[in-house]
């Protein structure tokens, strides 16, 4: 399995982007994919992840209402739109496959059985 981010960028507070996680190989329908951020000397933390198996999304307090996270079956891609962007957004962002979902966000990333590169989001003030 092999994932990789993009769509990163540099953008305004309050701009918005939208990263991309595209997938190749096997990936279980009772996985989830998660989206996962680290700043510069912060733990990794989860953002959001999205259930294959029923699409059900989880959203980190610090994000809901901000980021919407998708999916396209067709592309086998998952998609993380982010809506007024902060400069605390600011972060590699990482995707990330496992079949924990929720506790995997939750913590951080355990269980997450993939991983992809990161992609820089960059929120100036």
């Known amino acids: 399995v092999q994932l990789q981010a993009s769509g990163g960028g540099l953008v305004q507070t309050g701009g918005s982007l939208r990263l991309s996680c595209a997938a190749s190989g096997f990936i279980p329908d009772y996985y989830s994919i998660g989206w996962f951020r680290q700043a510069p000397g912060k733990e990794r933390e989860g953002v959001s992840c999205?259930?294959?198996?029923?699409?059900?999304?989880y959203y980190a307090e610090s994000v809901k209402g901000r980021f919407t996270i998708s999916r396209d079956n067709a592309k086998n891609t998952v998609y993380l739109q982010m809506n007024s962007l902060k400069p605390e957004d600011t972060a590699v962002y990482f995707c990330a496959a496992g079949p924990y979902g929720l506790a995997g966000v939750v913590s951080g990333g355990y269980g997450m059985d993939y991983w992809g590169k990161g992609t820089q989001v960059t929120v100036s003030s």
């Open positions: 999205i259930s294959l198996s029923n699409d059900s999304a």
